[in-house]
């Protein structure tokens, strides 16, 4: 059985919050409030981008009650205390039972749900774990349970968008939203949910992207959600990644091709050769840089990423935070947080890879 919030070890704050009033309320305006990963994102340009973009993603095929079910299991399956404690505050606020919500945690048959909806459930677990990522023949199985291609598709950038969002909050040991957790569990919070359900129903347009050629970094992928907003996000987030000059563009190929090997993804691992021979490695380079996750072409900062980042693919809090916290004594809280969110945005893309490979 998957690990339950009160039984997930979670370390200190490893990121402080930064404080930005023109950012705070964008977010606020944006999404309808300030949290602890938003304060703490603050200086990544590119990350904040993306935290606006997904939040205010409209869903096209998908429910949202599938939406919020694949939030709770996903960051249950990541052991992410912040997203699940907040996943879970989140569904009771938005009148989901205590009872429903405690069966799909402990991975009981639930009554309630049927059949395409416990075959969501068990998808959005084993895309989350990939121990072995998901083969394209489930999402040939998903299709032919009455599910249409783009509901697929969107509900695989859903699992992988949220596994992003875990990543994030866990590698730097987000503090969890223990206000918002309270109030759904309190008499005030059972009060005024009506309300609050409004709000976070509230639709919000799509970004204004255009739709994205996917000819840029990871354009299969990118093409894979074709016909979703979500392919312009995707697209938007990983060119404005590799364009951010806190760490080499080398570097975080090397990171996408570090976890690809890891998730066996020669898909992804193809594409970040392409990018690491544009920035001048050969590819024996990128052989022996992949084998011993160092090279004459990285310094010392570099090395030490690569290492950690291969560490990102599968991990527990208890010892991913350690790592983490020893890693920006080493490379300082800026090359931290990017190398955080570029992690994150690798683990998400590689995983999504399973509807094209």
């Not at 304060?39 to 993603?57: D, E, G, M, Q």
């Amino acid at each position: 059985m998957a690990t339950l919030l009160n039984e997930i070890v979670w370390g200190e704050s490893i990121l402080p919050p930064v404080s930005d009033p023109a950012w705070e309320a964008e977010v606020k305006r944006e999404t309808g409030g300030v949290t602890e990963v938003s304060r703490r994102i603050a200086p990544s340009p590119w990350l904040r981008r993306f935290y606006v973009n997904t939040a205010k993603l409209p869903l096209t095929a998908l429910t949202p009650r599938q939406a919020d079910i694949g939030f709770l299991v996903t960051a249950q399956e990541n052991e992410c205390r912040y997203c699940y404690g907040a996943a879970k505050a989140a569904m009771r606020m938005l009148g989901y039972s205590d009872r429903l919500i405690g069966r799909i945690e402990r991975e009981v048959e639930v009554a309630e749900l049927d059949e395409k909806e416990r075959a969501f459930i068990a998808f959005c677990r084993n895309l989350a774990r990939s121990k072995p990522r998901p083969a394209r023949a489930e999402r040939e199985a998903l299709i032919a349970m009455g599910y249409a291609p783009l509901a697929v598709a969107e509900m695989a950038f859903v699992i992988v968008n949220n596994c992003f969002g875990n990543r994030v909050a866990t590698f730097i040991a987000c503090p969890p939203e223990l206000g918002f957790e309270r109030l759904a569990g309190s008499l005030l919070g059972r009060l005024i949910r009506p309300l609050v359900a409004r709000k976070m129903r509230a639709s919000h347009g799509a970004p204004s992207a255009a739709a994205p050629s996917g000819n840029g970094a990871y354009g299969p992928i990118v093409r894979s959600l074709a016909g979703l907003p979500a392919a312009a996000v995707l697209n938007e987030a990983l060119n404005a990644a590799f364009d951010s000059p806190v760490l080499p563009r080398a570097t975080k190929a090397l990171m996408f091709a570090v976890v690809a090997r890891s998730l066996a993804c020669t898909l992804c691992e193809g594409e970040s050769r392409r990018l690491l021979l544009a920035e001048g490695f050969g590819e024996a380079e990128v052989d022996a840089a992949l084998a011993t996750l160092a090279s004459p072409k990285l310094d010392a900062s570099d090395a030490a990423i690569l290492a950690w980042t291969r560490d990102t693919v599968h991990y527990k809090p208890p010892t991913i935070q350690p790592l983490t916290r020893a890693l920006r004594g080493q490379i300082g809280d800026e090359a931290l947080l990017e190398a955080v969110g570029v992690a994150a945005l690798a683990n998400a893309t590689v995983r999504l890879a399973m509807l094209v490979e």
